[in-house]
């Protein structure tokens, strides 16, 4: 089979039909029809089948320390800053598992109030150290992923 899409034009519509789009190498990596190496989330421990049910933790306190036992923190903190530290992942090992954070309760945007998420062991989060989150009920999905963190 061809890597290359084929081409349709009908009634001035392009359409187009892809051919070996994802192939795998057996070891859980996949890759694109061109060897291109492909990443994805496959979710961390204690994801469970095809409905990607994640399990969750709520944070009602000023920090957290996560890990990779949750997939989506809830932040329902509102006295002030919450400050929540990414787990410390190694590659391979830990690449394509994900944590979400959410401001479950509103407000972050308010003088004094946000969700601070930093990175453990020197790893960066998208070129930083910390993310400060201000938009009320905001979320952000972080992907590890070559020992550093990736805003997805």
């Known amino acids: 089979m061809s890597n290359n899409p084929l081409y349709n034009l009908t009634d001035q519509k392009i359409s187009f039909t892809f051919q070996n ?20 989330a496959r979710g961390a421990t204690g994801a469970t089948g095809p409905n990607n ?9 000023s920090s ?5 036992s949750y997939q989506y923190y809830g932040v329902t903190y509102t006295g002030g800053v919450c400050n929540i530290t990414l787990p410390n992942g190694s590659s391979p090992t830990d690449d394509g598992k994900f944590i979400i954070v959410a401001d479950e309760v509103g407000g972050i945007s308010s003088y004094g109030r ?6 453990s062991g020197g ?14 009920r905001m979320s952000l999905t972080f992907l590890f992923r070559n020992n550093s963190w990736k805003i997805i």
């Open 114 to 119: 946000g969700i601070n998420v930093g990175g």
């Open 64 to 68: 957290q320390q996560s890990n990779f």
């Open 21 to 40: 789009i994802l192939q795998t190498d057996g070891f859980g990596n996949y890759y694109n029809g061109l060897g291109d190496e492909i990443f994805i």
């Open 123 to 136: 790893q960066l989060i998208d070129g930083e150290t910390e993310i400060l989150m201000k938009i009320n």
């Open 53 to 61: 049910i994640y399990t969750t933790d709520s944070i009602p306190t």
